[in-house]
Nanobody, 127 residues
Framework: QVQLVESGGGLVQAGGSLRLSCAAS????????MGWFRQAPGKEREFVAAISCSDNSTYYADSVKGRFTISRDNAKNTVYLQMNSLKPEDTAVYYC????????????????????WGQGTQVTVSS
């Protein structure tokens, strides 16, 4: 089991920045691939970004590439999502996710590849 707790959401104006954090516990964090997903009102949950466990390879959705950065600190069992140049369409509940299998340098980017989820944190971008 992996427990995930997100923080850092809030209200920000368009063009602003936020950093989300996700603290993990319950398993060896350095062997877990981590991802961020989001769900806007009335829409399905979608992939945002992910990071591998072995070499910190990353993968981003096209909609956030160049604006968002995912990183991890294995000493703190925490994954981050730095969000810059935020747009109103980034408004959503953001979820942290952890993959149960050991993926090595593979970066899982499908919801079905993740087994543990946080409770979500709201990000609202005003225009």
């Amino acid at each position: 089991q992996v427990q995930l707790v997100e923080s850092g959401g809030g209200l920000v104006q368009a063009g602003g920045s936020l950093r989300l954090s996700c603290a993990a516990s319950g398993r060896t964090f350095s062997r877990i691939a981590m991802g961020w997903f989001r769900q806007a009102p009335g829409k399905e949950r979608e992939f945002v970004a992910a990071i591998s466990c072995s070499d910190n390879s990353t993968y981003y959705a096209d909609s956030v590439k160049g604006r968002f950065t995912i990183s991890r600190d294995n000493a703190k069992n925490t994954v981050y999502l730095q969000m810059n140049s935020l747009k109103p369409e980034d408004t959503a509940v953001y979820y942290c996710a952890a993959a149960a299998p050991y993926y090595g340098d593979y970066v899982p980017n499908r919801e079905s590849e993740y087994d543990f989820w946080g409770q979500g944190t709201q990000v609202t971008v005003s225009s």
